[in-house]
């Protein structure tokens, strides 16, 4: 089993910077697909980024690409989500994750969450 903690959201202006973590518990972390999921108000929870299990593969949604990225540090057991260049659009909650499944980029196919932190890019 692996719980997971993110950390690191707050308000940051437009064009601004933020970076996330997601601690994670468990020693089978590295086994794990990590991703990142957003949920904005009134919204569904959408597919941000992913990083698999050795951190040699990423995948990230149309909407950060160019502007997210994800590492990962499996002897600390952690994942970083770094968000550039933020847009209002950016504003949520946001969730990480993770699966066993690889390349999983749907709610669906993640079987660990975290509580979430909130982003909120202001103009």
């Known amino acids: 089993q692996v719980q997971v903690v993110e950390s690191g959201g707050g308000v940051v202006q437009v064009g601004g910077s933020l970076r996330l973590s997601c601690a994670a518990s468990?020693?089978?972390?590295?086994?794990?697909?990590m991703g990142w999921f957003r949920q904005a108000p009134g919204k569904a929870r959408e597919f941000v980024i992913l990083i698999s299990w050795s951190g040699g593969d990423t995948y990230d949604a149309d909407s950060v690409k160019g502007r997210f990225t994800i590492s990962r540090d499996n002897a600390k057991n952690t994942v970083y989500l770094q968000m550039n260049s933020l847009k209002p659009e950016d504003t949520a909650v946001y969730y990480c994750?993770?699966?066993?499944?690889?390349?999983?980029?749907?709610?669906?196919?993640?079987?660990?969450w975290g509580r979430g932190t909130q982003v909120t890019v202001s103009s």
């Open positions: 468990g020693r089978t972390f590295s086994q794990y697909t």
């Open positions: 994750a993770a699966a066993r499944a690889i390349r999983a980029t749907m709610v669906e196919m993640y079987d660990y």
